[in-house]
Structure formats: structure tokens, C-alpha cells
């Protein structure tokens, strides 16, 4: 019944009918219910323009901010239909001038894809973003590329001319911003089109070209500016375009599909002409065998002219991936037509873009035959320099990205690196599902040993992320991505520093392989992390270096942390910390005074003061007096008292004696190293640490003992 109503109310809306829309409200239907997708009678008012049942509605306590289930406001489609006072009343009402819908149709946008100028000029007065992009707010939709449109896209695109002008000349739209699909305006005006529009928007295209729109950008099937143009047969665009000196006139679509071949399937004879004029190959594609379909014996005599064969026919390919992630697309670029950028091929479209970024993107793409990442970046970009100088420094690296070579074309600057399986954020992501083992320590001494390296090549990272961190198909670590690295200037430059508390984050991300994303990172290791005792002892070192150790040998030195040490290096330095004579030999505990390692590790903090409480009653007693049989069999024995050098003592032991243990005993412990290391998890990071800070560290791996670990 009140579906019904809310139908009848909507309905006298839209036949403008005031009395019967008064009657039903007075009459107490709902002035702000919903009918088929959530349009509100207000909706309803501003669609058809009903300014007087717009005010009534609003007087009788009409909902203005309302959202149809697409989430368009009222306001928003007082912008579809141009009119300024719906679109006046509703910003006193409260509305935003940017607000959206769910897939980013603001109020502005809206005007211009309906061309309505004289909202768009009131709109930009009231301090509406003419450069704002459609920012969709489905995730499904934005894998798939959509959103991102700006108002000039929409206007270009529906062939309003007019309002491209007043947009560009009169708002300062800016003609290059690319949407989500990497398309500029240009490209939305070159789209397909209904034939009344055709001429607004071959104007559009021609206007945005004078303009200085890129003429390299593509459209969702790779097709660049030039094949469009053919396939829309307006010569006065090819030739524009060609004018511009930008495009190479036998660049190819994702189906490669050149310009030339657009012509002669539009059976277009003059542009044909052109572009052969231009320089484009006849020798890609059949194009003769194109012509003879459409018996055009005209195009088969101008491509004739320009050395076009007939039967052409593409060799088979012979070519085996070295990547698994990348394989198939790999094999499809391998197969495409291509102009070489000096050695380098590459599709710069999204189907080949391994990451977006604010300079250009990163591309698959094949160097010198080579399979590489290719990084783009404007030839004027800092960061280009800055990423260009690093990598060709650090050629002979072993830890950070190999770069393979460079090459520039038309201000943008390709720089070829060995091409990586994925960074450390998707492998984590994919770690279980794709068996990927690689132990936490490991990859985190990797980065150490990167970073290291970078630093002894006299460059500071200053960007250690996740996402910088990669693995390529052998499972190899590497580092990557220095175009924000800034060179060391001496051992106290502080950019060294800023590295090392950078890598205290990474590694907590690591230890907790990815499960929180980096940017969100508690404060401290959880508990329930692997190591987390030596991960944070490691993690305060960085974050504090040791003001005894020049600043440039820190990593050197980290490298050799407990965190890094195997469970066997672990027990093994506990053993021989175990059999030092000052600890295996006396009552330890009354002899601090007398002895610096005693003193240091038996301190006020000692973490370990119930340990006998912890130990299985049967391995104590089996360690109490192992020679003496009276002692062994009193109860209250104080061979071993609660203090961390007895406990060192008894593991010392232990190691000795185990083999001459009962089976009861054997059962109980099983393995010494497991047994001792599980039942006192931070006895490994607190003798490191106190031992540590007296400069007591013979036991320790180092570098010039690191077969030991």
C-alpha cells in the first residue's frame, strides 16, 4: 500500500500536476519514499524541470541531500538538466559541490557530458573542481579500469564542442589528465559515436589538438589516436595528427591493427594515400588480401605502389618464457607487432602494465630480446635522473635489480630493469596458495645485504617498502626502486640513519609475513610472531644505532643479530656462554662482584629468577650433583640457583651429560636445543644484548666466523 502511494506521488510529479502532488501530502502520504530504483518524488521534480513542485516539496520537509540507489542526489541531476536555479536552491539547501554518486557523476560532470554551459560556468563560480576525476566507488568496477573521467572527457566524448572550448579557454580544464584507462580527452572525442555527434566531436578533437593534447594516448583496445582517426575516416584529423610529428605511423593496436590497415578495411583511399606518403609499412598484415575482399582495385594499386605483397603470412612463434607470473602476457607481446624504441619493444597499454605510478607506469617489455620491467618516467623528471644515475652506479650489484639499459623517445625516458615475479606485499598475499616457504629471516638479511650494498655504492634508499622489495622466478630477493635515492655525502649523512629506521619497519612486516599492511604496522612485534624477542631487539637496533659502531658499519654488524642465527647457532652460543669458567665452575651467584660477565648477567632486571620453577623436576634433578649420588637424592638441593648463569650452567651441562641421561629424561627433553629454547624463548636475545653491551661478544657469529651460522 505505501509502494503504491509513493507510485502515486512520483507519478503527479512527472505530470507536473501541483494540486494532486499537494492533495497526497496532505493527506499524509511520505514525502521522501522511494519508488524503482530509489527515485524520491523531489528526484522526479528536478528531472522534469518542476521548479514550483520542487519547492513545494522541499517546504513540506522534502529530503534534499536524498540518494537514488545509485547514490545521484537531486542536485546532481539538476546539473544533467542545466537548471541553475534547482541547481542555487539546492546548494542553500545544504548540497556539496562536489558531491558524487557511486560512479563519480558529480553535478559538474553531469553538465558537461549534457552540455549545458550555462550550468557549468554557474557551477565553476560556486568553486566546483573542473579537473576532478570520477572517482568510482564500486572495487569490482575499478579493476576493470573504469572511472577516472573528468568533465572534458565527457563533454569531448558527446561531441559538445562548444562546451570543450568553454572548458578549456574559460575553466582551465587541463586537456592531458587520463582517466583510469590511461585515455586522454583527445581519445574520448576519437571514440565511437553516434553519427549525430560525429561532427561536434571531429571539432572537439580538432580544437584539443591545437591545444596540445598527446597524441600517444590510447583508447581500452590499444588503439592510438591515428587508428582511430582512420577508422572515423576524417582525413583532416590523420593529417592533425601527423602534423604533430609525435606518432609513429605504424604503431599497432592490441590486435595489430595499424592505421593503414584501419584505412584500407574503411576502403578510405586518401587517407590510405596519407599515411603511405607518411611512411607507413605495407608489409604488416595482408593488406592486399584486405583490398581484394572489397574488389578496390584503386587501393591495391596505390598499395602496390608502396611495395605491399600479397599471401603475407606471420612465421610461427618459436619462444619459451622465462616467467612463469608473466608467461602468457609475455607470449602475447612476443607476438605483436611493435615498433622498436631503439632495442626496446613495448605495448605501454594496461594489459601490460605490471604497476601504475604518478610518473608513467611500469611496462613489460623485451630489451635487446631480453624479457625486462620497463620503468617510464618523463625525460625532465628529477626522479628520472635520480632512479638513471643509481642503477648505472650499481651495475656490478649482487642484491639490487640488474639494469639492463635505457632508451628515450619523445620526452620519456625507458629504463630496463631484469624483469621480477612479484614484490613482497603479493608474495606474501599468494605465500600459502603458491607454497612460497622463503623463511622470514632469510628475506629479511637479504634486504639487509641490499640496502648495505646500496649504501657502499654511496646512495641512501630513503623508499624501504613492501611493494620496493622484490622476487623473481628462482626466488631470489632484490631491492628496487631508487628514484627517490639521495647520495651519502659522509659516514654521518643522515640519510644512512633514515634507512636503517626505515628497515626496522620493514622487518616487522616481514616477521609477520604481510598479515597487517604495512602502513598500519603495530607499535611492537605481537607475541604470537615467531622470534618476536629478537625481532624487537633488532628492531630497537636500528631504530637506535650503536653510537660505538660507525654508522656505515651497522648493517654489516646487524647482520650477524640472533634474529638471523639458526636454532642450532642459538643453543650453541648458549652452551659456550655456558662454559665460560667464570659460570661453569662457581657458585655464581655470590660472585658478581668478583666477575664483569657474572655481574652483567646476573642484574637487577634478570628475566629469569623462577627458571628452576620451569624446568621438568626430572631434568633438574638428574643435572643436581651428577657425580654425587647423596646429593642428588636430597630434596632442596642448591646446586642450581634461580639466577640466568646457573640456567647457562645447567643447558652447558646438559650438553655434556645428555647422551649419558636416563630414557625417561631423553623422553622428557627429546632434543636440548628445541627443549631449552621453547621453554625460555628470550634467553638467546637477553645474553646477546647483556653481553653485548660490556663488549663481551667472543661466542658470537661475526663476519669473520660466518660459516658458523
Known amino acids: 500500500m505505501a509502494a503504491d502511494k509513493a507510485l502515486q506521488l512520483n507519478n503527479a510529479v512527472r505530470r507536473g500536476s501541483i494540486k494532486t502532488v499537494r492533495q497526497l501530502i496532505e493527506e499524509g502520504n511520505d514525502i521522501n519514499s522511494k519508488v524503482n530504483d530509489g527515485w524520491t518524488a523531489l528526484h522526479s521534480a528536478v528531472q522534469m524541470n518542476e521548479e514550483a513542485i520542487a519547492h513545494l516539496l522541499l517546504d513540506r520537509g522534502a529530503d534534499p541531500l536524498a540518494r537514488k540507489d545509485n547514490g545521484a542526489t537531486p542536485f546532481i541531476l539538476a546539473g544533467i538538466t542545466g537548471n541553475v536555479e534547482l541547481l542555487k536552491l539546492f546548494l542553500q539547501k545544504g548540497s556539496a559541490i562536489n558531491e558524487c554518486d557511486l560512479n563519480g557523476f558529480t553535478a559538474f560532470i553531469e553538465a558537461a557530458g549534457y552540455g549545458r554551459e550555462e550550468a557549468l560556468r554557474f557551477l565553476y563560480e560556486c568553486g566546483a573542481d573542473v579537473n576532478l576525476p570520477r572517482n568510482v566507488a564500486d572495487e569490482d568496477k575499478r579493476a576493470l579500469n573504469k572511472g577516472g573521467e573528468t ?29 583510469n584507462w590511461e585515455r586522454n580527452a583527445l581519445v574520448h572525442a576519437l571514440s565511437v559515436t553516434k553519427k549525430d555527434q560525429a561532427q561536434g566531436k571531429e571539432a572537439a578533437a ?7 593534447a598527446d597524441v600517444n594516448k590510447r583508447d581500452e583496445d590499444g588503439k592510438t589516436t591515428l587508428i582511430l582517426a ?66 578496390n582495385n584503386r587501393m591495391i594499386r596505390l598499395l602496390r605502389q608502396y611495395g605491399a605483397l600479397s599471401c603475407l603470412r606471420q612465421p610461427e612463434i618459436q619462444w619459451t618464457s622465462a616467467s612463469r607470473h608473466w608467461q602468457s602476457k609475455l607470449r602475447d607481446l612476443y607476438g605483436k607487432y611493435r615498433p622498436m624504441i631503439g632495442k626496446l619493444k613495448i605495448f605501454m597499454f594496461p594489459d601490460f602494465r605490471i604497476q601504475t605510478s604518478s610518473h608513467g607506469g611500469v611496462y613489460l617489455g623485451f630489451y635487446n630480446g631480453e624479457e625486462v620491467a620497463v620503468k617510464i618516467f618523463p625525460t625532465t623528471a628529477e626522479n628520472a635522473k635520480r632512479e638513471k644515475t643509481c642503477l648505472e652506479k650499481c651495475r656490478t650489484s649482487k642484491h ?48 639487509f645485504q641490499a640496502v648495505k650494498e646500496l649504501h657502499s655504492f654511496g646512495f641512501g634508499h630513503q623508499d624501504l617498502h613492501p611493494s620496493n622489495v622484490l622476487i623473481d622466478v ?37 616477521a609477520m609475513r604481510g598479515r597487517i599492511p604495512f602502513e598500519t604496522l603495530p607499535a611492537q612485534c ?34 650477524y643479530h640472533p634474529y638471523f642465527w639458526s636454532k ?15 659460570i661453569k665452575t662457581r657458585n655464581t651467584r655470590h660472585h658478581n662482584s668478583t666477575s664483569e660477565i657474572l655481574k652483567a648477567l646476573n642484574s637487577e632486571e634478570d628475566p629469569f629468577k623462577d627458571w628452576t620453577e620451569k624446568i621438568d623436576k626430572d631434568v633438574l634433578d638428574c643435572m643436581v650433583g651428577p657425580f654425587n649420588e647423596k646429593k642428588k637424592n636430597k630434596k632442596n638441593n642448591k646446586d642450581y640457583e634461580n639466577c640466568v648463569t646457573d640456567l647457562l650452567k645447567l643447558i652447558r651441562n646438559m650438553g655434556e651429560h645428555f647422551s649419558e641421561k636416563d630414557e625417561k629424561v631423553k623422553e622428557i627433553i627429546k632434543e636440548p636445543e628445541d627443549y631449552f629454547l621453547n621453554l625460555f624463548p628470550n634467553l638467546t636475545t637477553y645474553v646477546y644484548r647483556t653481553l653485548h653491551n660490556i663488549q663481551y661478544d667472543k661466542h658470537f657469529p661475526n663476519a669473520q666466523n660466518s660459516s658458523q651460522l
Not at 405 to 434: D, I, M, P, V
Open 568 to 582: 642450532k647457532v642459538r643453543y650453541r652460543v648458549l652452551r659456550d656462554v655456558g662454559n665460560e669458567s667464570d
Open 526 to 559: 605481537p607475541k604470537d610472531v615467531n622470534d618476536h624477542f629478537e625481532i624487537e631487539d633488532l628492531r630497537a637496533r636500528l631504530e637506535s644505532p650503536d653510537e660505538n659502531i660507525p654508522v656505515t658499519e651497522q648493517l654489516g654488524q646487524l647482520i
Open 400 to 447: 639490487l635489480v640488474k639494469f639492463c639499459g635505457w632508451e628515450e623517445q619523445n620526452s620519456s625516458l625507458y629504463l630496463c630493469l631484469s624483469l621480477c615475479e612479484k614484490n613482497l606485499e603479493e608474495y606474501f598475499r599468494t605465500a600459502e596458495t603458491e607454497n612460497g616457504t622463503m623463511r622470514s629471516n632469510v628475506i629479511i638479511e637479504t634486504i
Open 206 to 212: 580538432l580544437f584539443l589538438l591545437k591545444h596540445g
Open 474 to 510: 628462482t626466488g631470489k630477493v632484490f631491492l628496487a626502486d631508487f628514484d627517490k635515492s639521495r647520495k651519502i655525502d659522509d659516514e654521518k649523512d643522515l640519510t644512512i640513519t633514515e634507512d636503517l629506521q626505515a628497515l626496522g619497519s620493514l622487518a616487522l612486516y616481514v
Open 151 to 179: 568533465a572534458l572527457m565527457d563533454a569531448a566524448r558527446y561531441g559538445h564542442c562548444s562546451v570543450v572550448k568553454v572548458l578549456v579557454e574559460e575553466l582551465g580544464a587541463d586537456v592531458n589528465i587520463c582517466d
Open 230 to 295: 582512420a577508422e572515423r575516416e576524417s582525413l583532416d584529423l590523420v593529417k592533425a595528427i601527423l602534423e604533430k610529428e609525435e606518432v609513429d605511423v605504424n604503431d599497432a593496436d592490441r590486435n595489430n591493427k595499424t592505421a593503414l590497415m584501419a584505412a584500407v578495411e574503411m576502403e578510405n583511399y586518401e587517407i590510405a594515400k596519407t599515411l603511405c606518403e607518411k611512411g607507413a609499412r605495407t608489409d604488416i598484415g595482408n593488406l592486399i588480401d584486405m583490398a581484394s575482399l572489397n574488389y
